[in-house]
Protein backbone atom coordinates (compact mmCIF):
# COMPACT_ATOMS: atom_id res chain seq x y z
CA UNK A 1 0.00 0.00 0.00
CA UNK A 2 1.71 3.30 -0.92
CA UNK A 3 -0.88 5.62 -1.66
CA UNK A 4 -2.28 7.55 1.31
CA UNK A 5 -5.91 7.42 0.40
CA UNK A 6 -5.51 3.54 0.82
CA UNK A 7 -4.08 3.97 3.83
CA UNK A 8 -6.31 6.96 5.77
CA UNK A 9 -9.76 5.86 5.92
CA UNK A 10 -11.12 8.94 7.87
CA UNK A 11 -10.20 10.53 10.82
CA UNK A 12 -11.66 10.14 14.19
CA UNK A 13 -13.30 13.40 15.82
CA UNK A 14 -14.89 13.34 19.25
CA UNK A 15 -14.84 14.72 22.25
CA UNK A 16 -11.57 13.14 23.74
CA UNK A 17 -9.45 13.52 20.26
CA UNK A 18 -10.78 17.36 19.95
CA UNK A 19 -8.92 18.18 23.36
CA UNK A 20 -5.95 16.07 22.22
CA UNK A 21 -5.70 17.82 19.56
CA UNK A 22 -5.82 21.78 21.00
CA UNK A 23 -3.55 20.15 24.01
CA UNK A 24 -0.68 17.78 22.72
CA UNK A 25 -1.00 18.34 18.88
CA UNK A 26 -1.99 14.43 18.46
CA UNK A 27 -4.83 13.49 15.59
CA UNK A 28 -6.20 9.79 15.47
CA UNK A 29 -7.19 8.13 12.10
CA UNK A 30 -8.80 4.60 11.14
CA UNK A 31 -6.61 2.28 9.06
CA UNK A 32 -6.53 -0.94 7.82
CA UNK A 33 -5.55 -3.90 10.06
CA UNK A 34 -2.24 -4.77 7.92
CA UNK A 35 -0.79 -1.24 7.97
CA UNK A 36 2.24 -0.68 10.02
CA UNK A 37 3.32 2.85 11.98
CA UNK A 38 6.23 3.96 8.72
CA UNK A 39 2.81 3.42 6.49
CA UNK A 40 1.10 6.12 8.61
CA UNK A 41 3.50 8.33 8.89
CA UNK A 42 4.37 8.56 5.50
CA UNK A 43 0.53 8.94 4.57
CA UNK A 44 -0.16 11.93 7.00
CA UNK A 45 2.87 13.70 5.94
CA UNK A 46 2.44 13.52 2.10
CA UNK A 47 -1.77 14.08 2.49
CA UNK A 48 -1.86 17.02 4.95
CA UNK A 49 2.55 18.54 4.23
CA UNK A 50 3.30 18.25 7.94
CA UNK A 51 6.21 16.75 10.12
CA UNK A 52 5.02 13.73 12.29
CA UNK A 53 7.56 12.98 15.62
CA UNK A 54 5.92 9.73 16.68
CA UNK A 55 2.53 7.20 15.67
CA UNK A 56 1.13 4.93 18.10
CA UNK A 57 -1.14 2.18 17.12
CA UNK A 58 -3.56 0.49 18.86
CA UNK A 59 -5.86 -2.68 17.41
CA UNK A 60 -9.52 -2.83 18.16
CA UNK A 61 -11.15 -6.51 18.58
CA UNK A 62 -14.83 -6.63 17.46
CA UNK A 63 -17.18 -6.89 19.51
CA UNK A 64 -19.41 -9.84 19.65
CA UNK A 65 -22.90 -9.58 18.03
CA UNK A 66 -26.37 -10.94 18.20
CA UNK A 67 -28.58 -10.67 15.28
CA UNK A 68 -32.46 -11.86 14.45
CA UNK A 69 -33.66 -12.62 11.48
CA UNK A 70 -37.12 -13.39 10.39
CA UNK A 71 -37.82 -15.44 7.05
CA UNK A 72 -40.73 -17.31 5.60
CA UNK A 73 -42.44 -16.80 9.69
CA UNK A 74 -39.98 -18.34 11.28
CA UNK A 75 -37.12 -16.60 13.51
CA UNK A 76 -33.50 -17.02 13.08
CA UNK A 77 -30.59 -16.07 15.63
CA UNK A 78 -27.37 -16.03 14.49
CA UNK A 79 -24.24 -14.77 16.26
CA UNK A 80 -20.94 -13.63 14.86
CA UNK A 81 -18.40 -10.25 15.26
CA UNK A 82 -18.14 -6.76 14.26
CA UNK A 83 -15.01 -6.38 12.21
CA UNK A 84 -12.05 -5.67 13.98
CA UNK A 85 -10.30 -2.58 13.40
CA UNK A 86 -6.93 -0.19 13.95
CA UNK A 87 -6.39 3.69 15.18
CA UNK A 88 -3.38 5.44 14.57
CA UNK A 89 -2.83 8.74 16.71
CA UNK A 90 -0.17 11.02 15.05
CA UNK A 91 1.50 13.83 17.03
CA UNK A 92 3.34 16.42 14.94
CA UNK A 93 6.16 18.07 15.79
CA UNK A 94 5.68 21.95 16.70
CA UNK A 95 4.50 24.50 14.11
CA UNK A 96 2.53 22.45 12.21
CA UNK A 97 -1.43 21.18 12.29
CA UNK A 98 -3.83 19.62 10.76
CA UNK A 99 -7.36 21.18 9.72
CA UNK A 100 -9.56 18.34 9.20
CA UNK A 101 -12.63 19.93 7.96
CA UNK A 102 -11.39 21.85 5.33
CA UNK A 103 -10.01 18.68 3.36
Keep these: ?25 KYAFEVPVNVNK ?19 ISNRKGKAKEMTVKSNGRTIRTTGFAKSKKRAIVTLLDGYNIDLFSV
Excluded: C, D, G, Y
Aim: glycine share 0%; aromatic share 4%; no cysteine.
Design 38 to 56: IEVKKAVEEKFNVKVSKVA
Design 1 to 25: MSHFSKILIRPIVTEKMTALQESSN
